[in-house]
């Protein structure tokens, strides 16, 4: 099966939601009781990652439809999710486990305790584990998306017919019925059983899978000069306004952010804009948004790292310093992932970059 085409604007925006998202943890995390004017003070951008995950999956479901039974099928996807995003995770637990018992000031015959005491986070099913004491807490996403896309997977395999009803009722309960992005109390999480955020999680993916109809109807569509730039002034229009609020803040529901994030997502999926031809097939792009991922399992890190290291740093210079090595220290893990985890242990990929490498040595 050939390797889907990188969307470079998706790749982009990857990035720039990721680092709204640690900008807002930041500010969460260390500045929210300060009295200091925040910059970026809205982070309610992670429905974007939650609709993508889910066009995703059922894109790949599209091209492996009928391939063996529904669990196989589900675990197949799963494995794949687990390879790619595994390493990562573990880095970032790793990373924030040590930074954070450092500040803790934990003691060596305490460690190994401590240590089993999160063995959930660390092997990357942390939303099985009840009252969790996470040391990097936002990669609960990570976790619940090895556990919802095995979920999801199975139930659009078994019967896709089946699932669009379910994931029509499923959503309504979930944004409609339970206001889920509002908070959930604990009698409903108790009922149901599940952890409200897997079942946030689960929500979003569901919109991203049926957005999966609509961008595949659009994509197959010509486009008339004026469609297409009716699509180039939404998107424009769109990101601007996303930019706003990620700024200055609005006081909407969260519904409202989510509805423009959906808007957003399907413009940028579906790709045939004059804005997206812009972006395309940008190397330097596809590399931020792979980069994303371990900005996003580090920057946790380095919100108590440098808060402990230098407690009298002004707000400006500790979200700099924060984004900078954030950003270094995600470089440095994502050449580790290619040039150490993915030869030894992806063989097929592994095999592919020696192959790279051979030939950028003989040239």
Request: glycine fraction near 6%; proline fraction near 2%; include cysteine.
């Amino acid at each position: 099966m050939m390797k889907e085409k990188k969307i470079s604007s998706i790749e982009l925006w990857r990035f720039i939601f990721t680092i709204a998202i640690a900008i807002g943890h930041l500010n969460a995390i260390i500045w929210s009781k300060e009295d200091v004017n925040l910059l970026f003070n809205n982070y309610r951008f992670l429905a974007f990652f939650m609709f993508l995950s889910g066009y995703f999956l059922m894109s790949h479901y599209q091209k492996n439809k009928d391939k063996g039974e529904a669990s196989t099928a589900a675990w197949k996807y799963t494995k794949k999710k687990i390879s790619a995003l595994y390493p990562a995770l573990f880095g970032g637990v790793l990373f924030a486990f040590v930074i954070r018992n450092i500040i803790n000031e934990t003691k060596i015959n305490e460690l190994f305790g401590v240590f089993m005491n999160s063995i959930f986070e660390f092997l990357g099913i942390s939303q099985l584990s009840i009252n969790a004491n996470l040391w990097n807490s936002p990669l609960w996403y990570i976790s619940a998306l090895f556990i919802v896309g095995y979920i999801l997977y199975y139930i659009v395999s078994k019967n896709e017919d089946f699932f669009k009803v379910f994931a029509l009722i499923f959503i309504v309960i979930v944004y409609g019925g339970l206001n889920l992005y509002s908070g959930i109390d604990d009698t409903a999480v108790a009922i149901l059983g599940i952890p409200s955020t897997v079942l946030r999680l689960m929500a979003g993916m569901c919109v991203g899978m049926l957005l999966y109809y609509a961008v595949e109807y659009f994509r197959k569509k010509k486009f008339t000069e004026n469609i297409t730039m009716t699509f180039s002034v939404l998107h424009i229009a769109l990101a601007m306004l996303i930019i706003y609020i990620w700024i200055h803040g609005a006081n909407w529901s969260n519904s409202v952010y989510d509805l423009i994030l959906l808007v957003f997502t399907f413009i940028l999926l579906v790709n045939k804009d004059y804005i997206a031809g812009l972006y395309n097939d940008s190397e330097a792009l596809n590399l931020l948004g792979r980069l994303s991922l371990y900005y996003y399992v580090c920057h946790i890190g380095f919100i108590y790292l440098l808060s402990f290291l230098y407690p009298e740093m002004g707000y400006i210079p500790s979200l700099v310093f924060n984004v900078l090595f954030s950003s270094c220290w995600a470089f440095i893990m994502l050449y580790f992932d290619d040039y150490v985890i993915t030869p030894v242990f992806r063989a097929k990929r592994g095999e592919k970059t020696v192959k790279k490498i051979a030939k950028k040595v003989t040239k």
